[in-house]
């Protein structure tokens, strides 16, 4: 059972940054890996998801050009780089993984097919 811990979230003003980091307690080389959110009374969203190797990944279009996903398989660690953060962005932020495949789950932006997730961490964007 891998365990995933995020980190990094906070409060920060309209247009600011924020570096969302994931800790995961084992090998994370074979799998996909993602970023989701959920705001009070929304279903949780994807954000974007990249594939095991790094090599490809996917953004809905509410964050394209402005988040960045990446991840470091030898430390275990997967990232989401905000940047131009909207009100509309304030959420809870959630890591997973999907250890039945190296790409990403076919339903992305859905949630089918990750099995592995964090507890989150709130991002919250507020002037």
């Known amino acids: 059972q891998l365990q995933l811990v995020e980190s990094g979230g906070g409060v920060v003003q309209p247009g600011g940054s924020l570096k969302l980091s994931c800790a995961v307690s084992?090998?994370?080389?074979?799998?996909?890996a993602g970023w989701f959110r959920q705001a009070p009374g929304k279903e949780r969203e994807g954000v974007s998801c990249i594939r095991s190797s790094g090599s490809s990944t996917k953004y809905v279009d509410s964050v394209k050009g402005r988040f960045t996903i990446s991840r470091d398989n030898a430390r275990r660690m997967l990232y989401l780089d905000m940047n131009s953060l909207e009100p509309e962005d304030t959420a809870v932020y959630f890591c997973a993984l999907t250890r039945r495949s190296t790409a990403c789950p076919p339903l992305f932006p859905g949630t089918i097919g990750f099995d592995s997730w964090g507890q989150g961490t709130q991002v919250t964007v507020s002037s």
């Open positions: 084992g090998d994370i080389s074979v799998y996909a």
